[in-house]
């Protein structure tokens, strides 16, 4: 069965830089597009990222990570990688490693557990 | 400031019948699928329904979807206590390139 095991949350003061991991397994991970989609304590779903299969148009960011945020993969290992640098206040969130329903669709059948990023001095 | 709109609560009896608003525009629910997803108290969203009233395996026919124009609608059958949940809907943006959800509704089974 598909599992999404997110890792590489914790405690960073702002301006910090940290890398969360997503390992990926029970599908073919290199058939599919994989965003990353995070949630602030008591507030809403807020999509990141998505990086696609395909070279052209591969990454795509929500406009309050654009430039701060990197999204990659490593088809080799089945993982998937959200680097975040300049971390603010407003990053603390759970943040969830997520599999479209196909290719690089929009709509999500599965995620992660989640790992929670906090952002504080 | 969600790019698509939800009512933050609605409630409803056990047995009662309930729906649930996403309000957006042209470039998002206009001219793409809305994912709907369920997420209970301390667990990842769960996907409730996709591209224009499919359901995943294990989802029961108490839930569907319709949309008309820019928006679209959760309907949820035979309220039961355990279907208490925050519920999203989700889409594409071709004006963003970007997937956007709603705020969120908090569904109360009285």
């Known amino acids: 069965q598909v599992q999404l095991v997110e890792s590489g949350g914790g405690v960073v003061q702002p301006g910090g830089s940290l890398r969360l991991a997503c390992a990926a397994s029970?599908?073919?991970?290199?058939?599919?597009?994989m965003h990353w989609v995070r949630q602030a304590p008591g507030q809403g779903l807020e999509w990141v990222a998505l990086i696609r299969t395909v070279e052209t148009r591969k990454y795509f960011y929500a406009d309050s990570v654009k430039g701060r945020f990197t999204v990659s993969r490593d088809n080799s290992k089945n993982m998937l990688y959200l680097d975040m640098k300049s971390l603010r206040l407003e990053d603390t969130a759970v943040y969830y490693c997520?599999?479209?329903?196909?290719?690089?669709?929009?709509?999500?059948?599965?995620w992660g557990q989640g790992t929670l990023v906090t952002v504080s001095s | 400031q969600s790019v698509l709109t939800q009512p933050p609560s609605v409630s409803a009896a056990p047995g009662q019948k309930v729906t649930i608003s996403c309000s957006g525009s042209?470039?998002?629910?206009?001219?793409?699928?809305v994912s709907w997803y369920q997420q209970l108290p301390g667990t990842a969203p769960k996907l409730l329904i996709y591209d224009n009233n499919k359901r995943p395996s294990g989802i029961p026919d108490r839930f569907s979807d319709s949309k008309s124009g820019t928006s679209a609608t959760l309907g949820i059958t035979g309220l039961q206590t355990g279907d208490e949940a925050d519920y999203y809907c989700?889409?594409?943006?071709?004006?963003?390139?970007?997937?956007?959800f709603g705020g969120g509704t908090k569904l109360t089974v009285l």
């Open positions: 042209s470039s998002n629910i206009g001219s793409n699928y």
């Open positions: 989700g889409t594409w943006d071709t004006s963003l390139s970007a997937v956007v």
């Open positions: 029970g599908f073919n991970f290199i058939d599919f597009g």
């Open positions: 997520a599999k479209p329903l196909s290719a690089s669709g929009p709509g999500i059948d599965y």
